[in-house]
């Protein structure tokens, strides 16, 4: 069983739809989670960072972490085609020398 | 401002030869480095890091090598490419604070195709 687990899509929506985007992991000791964003051919960004349990907003995305069912979400509001990519999340465990489990991405494709 | 740099951006090598990306960071000091593998569907594998010159831990056992000569400067390489080295290289860093992750600033990636 993979450490973190994503579904990879791909996932298509239309102009303004709310999208969501989940991870399950097993590792009881990831404290920390992100949320990266990768276009194609291009290194991943960071999105969201959000440590331990609960809920954190940034224009039109919002984190979730819930560290009882072990899942965390990625919303998005108002989705546009430019937010066409893959979404990757991340987690760490405290003192592992910062290092970053990632899911496999999500590729997610915004239509006019 | 923090920058990183990878180069180059496009890589096609033989089977066999030898392989030297480089990866540098500015803006910051005493950073954790790392490199990561990218290949399609499996999502980022962590090849090796590097909390401080010449301290190189490897995740992955496999045909690599990488070394920190210097404080912000990362070298990923190979003394003969196999075929399964293909894949979208991507060096990262991240700020070395103890017990605490904020994430990494990745770079603009390599994608080696070894033929």
């Known amino acids: 069983q993979k450490e973190v687990e994503q579904d990879p899509g791909p996932l298509s929506v239309p102009e303004g739809a709310i999208v969501s985007l989940n991870c399950t992991y097993s590792n009881s000791a990831f404290q920390y989670f992100m949320w990266y964003r990768q276009y194609s051919r291009k290194g991943p960004e960071l999105l969201m960072y959000?440590?331990?349990?609960g809920n954190k907003e940034d224009g039109r995305f919002t984190a979730q972490v819930d560290k009882s069912s072990k899942y965390i979400s990625l919303f998005i509001r108002d989705s546009q085609p430019s937010d066409s990519a893959t979404y990757l999340c991340a987690m760490s465990a405290i003192g592992t020398a910062s290092k970053l489990t990632f899911g496999t991405g999500t590729r997610l494709q915004v239509t006019l | 401002s923090q920058t990183i740099h990878q180069w180059p951006a496009t890589l096609v090598q033989p089977v066999g030869s030898p392989l030297s990306l480089e990866c540098t960071v500015e803006g910051t000091s005493n950073p954790n480095l790392y490199w990561y593998r990218q290949a399609a569907g499996r999502g980022l594998q962590l090849l090796f890091y590097?909390?401080?010159?010449?301290?190189i831990s490897s995740e992955v056992p496999q045909n690599l090598s990488a070394s920190r000569p210097q404080d912000r400067q990362f070298i990923l390489s190979s003394k003969k490419l196999l075929l399964s080295d293909s894949g979208f290289y991507l060096c990262?860093?991240?700020?070395?604070?103890?017990?605490?992750?904020?994430?990494?600033?990745f770079g603009s990636g390599t994608r080696l195709t070894v033929v």
């Open positions: 959000t440590y331990s349990s």
């Open positions: 590097s909390v401080g010159i010449g301290q």
């Open positions: 990262a860093w991240g700020q070395g604070v103890v017990g605490a992750n904020y994430g990494y600033t």
